[in-house]
């Protein structure tokens, strides 16, 4: 699927929305993105995974390895395109990203980090930190949206299967509140 396929596939399954939202962090945005509402369908869960994977080929990936929680099943769908293991991290007591639940890394293992949306690509830097402190080389991160608009900065090679530069406004100086609609909070947990 080219980029405009991924757009209409992920606009028909509401993943990305268009209108007057509040965003968890209090600011507004005319788009809401929720990828749980595109990978609920296992069919395009699979397909996304296998797109995702055809932009790592060659780099002898070991293991891909997601934040939880939303990095968990698009994750598992690039491992099993790529014939590997797919494995997470998850916040420990500390609220740190940890490996837990026994998984291991092998030394030197070539590691791909897997997400579903990068807005700042903060979980994915801080994936590529526990893993690298464990003893695995992260060779690439990838993503089905990078909504950064470019300012991503990872250390790594990234690939995206989608690119949008998706525009917050502080509500006091907010055009979608100037035309007098109110702002909807779209769900229990818009990504920021
Ligand atoms: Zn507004």
């Given at each position: 699927m080219d980029e405009l396929d991924i757009l209409t596939l992920l606009e028909n399954c509401k993943a990305i929305r268009r209108g007057h939202f509040e965003l968890s962090s209090g600011r507004h945005s005319d788009t809401y993105v929720q990828c749980a509402a595109v990978l609920q369908y296992p069919p395009h869960a699979e397909s996304l995974g296998r797109d995702l994977a055809a932009k790592f080929p060659g780099l002898g990936i070991g293991c891909v390895i997601s934040p939880a929680l939303g990095g968990v099943i698009i994750g598992q769908e690039v491992g099993r395109a790529l014939g590997t293991r797919a494995i997470f991290v998850e916040r420990d007591a500390s609220g740190r990203l940890a490996l837990r639940r026994n998984f291991r890394v092998e030394q030197g293992e070539r590691i791909l980090v897997i997400e579903d949306v990068w807005t700042t690509g903060g979980s994915t830097r801080e994936t590529i930190s526990v893993i690298e402190s464990e003893?695995?080389?992260?060779v690439a991160a990838g993503a089905i949206?990078?909504?950064?608009g470019g300012d991503l900065n990872l250390p790594v090679r990234t690939e995206a299967l989608l690119h949008m530069d998706v525009r917050s406004y502080d509500p006091s100086d907010c055009p979608l509140c100037r035309t007098g609609d109110a702002a909807v909070r779209p769900g229990s947990h818009f990504r920021s």
């Open positions: 003893g695995g080389l992260v949206i990078d909504r950064s």
